[in-house]
């Protein structure tokens, strides 16, 4: 059965290694049948989550705070699958990604006991240099503590400049992992 899929792409280039491994990915899962949306959150006014408790009142929009959040949150909430796409900074994923992920919170509050929406997930990233431990760390605790369920991580090293993933063969298994998405 073809699923719903959204790519949450924390890269801020548009032309990088991180897009070249998501339009992959979008490629495979798109030639399985599924419905892919990305949003590349660079380009998104998204602020940053306030703690203020007051999220899951409005079905339209969860959070309080009205910016562009409010294009991700229809399609978050009716995606099977999320992709977390993100280079590397500091070993982990960007504060362009951590701050859209974030605000998903709102969605959870509205649920009595805060629970997350059950998803399936991928992690997808690219860096210049090859230490994912951290953000492996923080993934695998994510799945477990929100109880999603990861399909799967592509993980590019030694990719600096816009372009130096070519030829990589992380672009075929991103590939291949939105191809096996059914």
Partial sequence: MAKKIVIL???PRRNG???ALTAQFKKGAEE???TVTEFHLSSMNIHGC???WHGGQDTECPCVQRDDMMQIYPVYQEADVVVLASPLYYWFISGQLKTAFDRLFA???RDPNYRNPKKQSVLIMAA???GFEESEHWYDHLEKHIGWKSLGKV???WVTQPGDIAGKPE???AYELGRSIQ
């Fill in 17 to 19: 290694n991180t897009s």
């Fill in 50 to 52: 306030l703690g203020c």
């Fill in 32 to 34: 399985a049948g599924n």
């Fill in 128 to 130: 210049e240099g090859a």
């Fill in 107 to 109: 969605v959870a509050e």
């Fill in 9 to 11: 792409n924390g890269s």
């Fill in 171 to 173: 672009l075929t298994r």
């Fill in 155 to 157: 993980l590019c090293g």
